[in-house]
């Protein structure tokens, strides 16, 4: 026990805690003259800080300023000694380069997080770190390439704010399939140790410590999904969490980190996603935003004015269209460059080149066209029936669009959704246009379990084949001509599972296969050098061809990687596979990925080609799959191939749509 007087900036131990003496004030009682001491606690439980007569505290200690261990000992120091050293020298470091005399230029102090981080730190990935130290209150959306370092950038930052104690309380939230990475990447480049909260991590809490704990409440670094955080249960325990003292300056989280914020913009038209609405609920709750998306604007003013204003509702507001003002108000907010632009400045270039996208001519089987045409005409019919009603007009498009999507990805991926949709068809189910809306949203709900949304598909195609038995009599010709080229192909259900069926002509598959030996492979031989990525959106075309790539090469040379879940493929199985593909060691030549691998990961290791086998709708989702591997670290020029085809109306228009947002990405600022 220690019967000094407590001074600020003391380190002192009560109640088994370790904090720092903030504030010290005399307080006259029955007992005499006492001191009320605020302290600040600097571990991870609640509360953060507190108040307390110090005389009264039993078991209390105070470290001097000068109790620095005895070098003459032959004992070792104590773990906790050589720790609390360790941090102290951190906290010192905080400002290494200021004048000694004090008439340096106070204008210019110095930046520590690069110094403490196991980076090679570009001098670009600085810009971001010293735009935020000039704001009070850091609101910034990084949006630069994919590929630049968004997360070293992060990184710098919220290490210099920890370093500068300027926020204590840190939340990130993720994609799920980014959770391991990042906290990976905060540890091993800037020694930050962050917990992972999910279910499990919750139980585990609460049986360490209690059914009440809130591991919200009791970790002050955390990384979290936020499709986890915005299940209601989970966002109400948040939100428990977030009380705060009345009356108190403080808000109750100091830092909210997004990655990949575009899956939580607010929707240009109708209501907002559940990701949104739980962005909107938590945000309010954090002194500081940082958000980072190499692809912030999905074409809808509304949708980015909204993240805008989410991440600064003092600056900006969700609004149609941006004025000249606002668009100044942008540009204190938002940080974007572009590889092409920092190359020009840099000599010898620091990134690699992206070739133009690399058309794959097809040519479609007389089975495929015929496919092609049955079901170009069972679109316009469908179109004609429904120009009645507005809820019509929404259910027949979703119809054509669930089959149509399908269609565009491969032979199979569509004779499955037609099994499901005729067999809604045949069911005595009563569907409704509301029906059909129902599944439509429920299919656009984001999700981040490629087998969850393969479930929730089946589901809408099964609804929408029950809808269209309103319209048997005026879709008999087309229905039967479907069936036709679907049995043409070997696809019918009357054979078996659809998914194991090899149809008699797929010119998509035969072009992939073309493609490896092209560039994967040498006179019969794989190369050491190169490996291809393969994106597709639906989990069925994922199945389809890993099966017949595994068929015809050896079972080592592919993998395949998807969105997790209960049922899918977990964080540390995506994490192994991640380090397959990247180690240039290993066998793997192949990898075959849904979206869930177009956000975040690093595959530019030994990868530097990619092949959208169907393409997404969204040109924001191009972007990040290319960015995959055109990214910091590439050394070689990149090429990007996807398909096309006069054969086929929709296949020629997604050509032009790649090539679109390609011409975009060099045109936008």
């Not at 290494?96 to 102090?109: E, M, Q, V």
């Not at 000249?324 to 460059?337: G, S, W």
Request: hydrophobic share 40%; proline share 6%; aromatic share 8%.
């Amino acid at each position: 026990m220690s019967d000094s007087i407590p001074r600020p900036g003391m380190f002192a131990t009560v109640r088994n805690r370790r904090g720092v003496v903030s504030a010290v004030e005399p307080y006259d009682g029955d007992a005499g003259r006492l001191h009320l001491v605020h302290l600040e606690y600097k571990d991870d439980h609640y509360p953060p800080e507190e108040q307390l007569l110090w005389e009264l505290e039993p078991h209390r200690t105070l470290l001097e300023p000068t109790a620095l261990p005895n070098p003459t000992s032959t004992d070792p120091m104590p773990a906790v000694d050589f720790d609390a050293m360790l941090r102290a020298a951190r906290w010192t470091a905080a400002s290494p380069y200021l004048d000694p005399d004090g008439d340096g230029p106070l204008d210019r102090l110095p930046i520590s997080s690069p110094f403490h981080g196991a980076i090679q730190t570009e001098d670009f990935q600085l810009v971001p770190l010293l735009k935020a130290l000039r704001m009070p209150r850091v609101n910034l959306l990084i949006a630069d390439d994919v590929g630049l370092g968004k997360t070293v950038e992060a990184g710098l930052i919220l290490t210099e704010l920890l370093l500068r104690r300027r926020i204590q309380r840190v939340l990130i939230l993720t994609p799920a399939s980014l959770r391991l990475q990042w906290r990976d990447e905060m540890w091993e480049r800037f020694a930050l140790s962050f917990d992972l909260i999910d279910r499990a991590e919750t139980h585990a809490l609460r049986r360490r410590l209690g059914i009440d704990a809130n591991p919200w409440r009791s970790f002050s670094h955390i990384i979290a999904s936020y499709h986890y955080l915005r299940q209601p249960d989970v966002l109400d325990q948040f939100l428990a969490a977030c009380h705060t003292p009345e009356n108190s300056p403080h808000l109750p989280w100091d830092l909210l980190l997004v990655d990949e914020c575009h899956n939580l913009m607010p929707s240009p038209f109708g209501d907002d996603s559940d990701l949104c609405q739980m962005l909107r609920v938590i945000a309010p709750r954090f002194e500081h935003r940082l958000f980072l998306s190499a692809t912030p604007h999905n074409g809808h003013t509304r949708s980015f004015t909204g993240l805008l204003e989410i991440l600064d509702p003092v600056r900006f507001s969700q609004t149609d269209e941006l004025k000249p003002a606002e668009k100044e108000r942008v540009e204190q907010v938002v940080i974007r460059r572009l590889k092409r632009e920092i190359n020009a400045r840099s000599n010898p270039p620091r990134f690699c080149h992206r070739n133009p996208p690399h058309a794959l001519v097809l040519q479609l089987s007389p089975q495929e066209v015929a496919l092609s045409v049955a079901f170009d005409s069972f679109r316009k019919a469908i179109r004609r029936l429904v120009n009645t009603s507005s809820a019509r007009r929404r259910a027949g498009t979703f119809a054509i669009e669930i089959l149509g999507k399908r269609l565009l990805s491969c032979p199979t991926a569509f004779a499955e959704s037609w099994r499901r949709s005729k067999e809604g068809f045949s069911s005595e189910l009563q569907t409704t246009e509301a029906d059909v809306e129902a599944a439509r949203k429920t299919v656009e709900r984001e999700t981040g379990d490629d087998r969850e949304a393969q479930s929730r598909e089946a589901t809408a195609a099964n609804v929408v084949g029950a809808w269209l038995k309103n319209f048997a009599r005026d879709l008999t010709q087309e229905i039967a001509a479907i069936d036709a080229a679907i049995a043409t192909l070997r696809l019918d259900s009357e054979r078996g599972q659809i998914t194991d069926l090899d149809p008699v002509a797929d010119a998509r598959f035969n072009a992939l296969v073309d493609l490896i030996e092209r560039l994967v492979r040498a006179n019969g031989s794989w190369r050491d050098d190169e490996r291809l990525l393969v994106f597709t959106e639906y989990k069925t075309t994922l199945d389809y061809l890993a099966r017949r790539l595994r068929q015809r090469y050896a079972q080592n040379r592919l993998l395949t990687l998807f969105g997790g879940g209960k049922d899918g493929m977990d964080e540390a199985d995506r994490d192994l596979v991640k380090q397959a593909f990247n180690d240039p060691a290993h066998a793997v030549r192949v990898l075959v990925a849904t979206d869930a691998a177009a956000e975040g990961l690093n595959l530019q290791r030994t990868a530097r080609y990619v092949l959208h086998f169907d393409c997404p709708w969204n040109p924001s989702r191009i972007e990040q799959r290319n960015g995959r591997v055109d990214r910091h670290g590439q050394g070689r020029d990149v090429t990007v191939h996807h398909f096309v085809t006069d054969q086929d109306q929709d296949l020629a228009f997604l050509a032009h749509v790649l090539r679109k947002a390609d011409e975009i990405r060099e045109d936008l600022g």
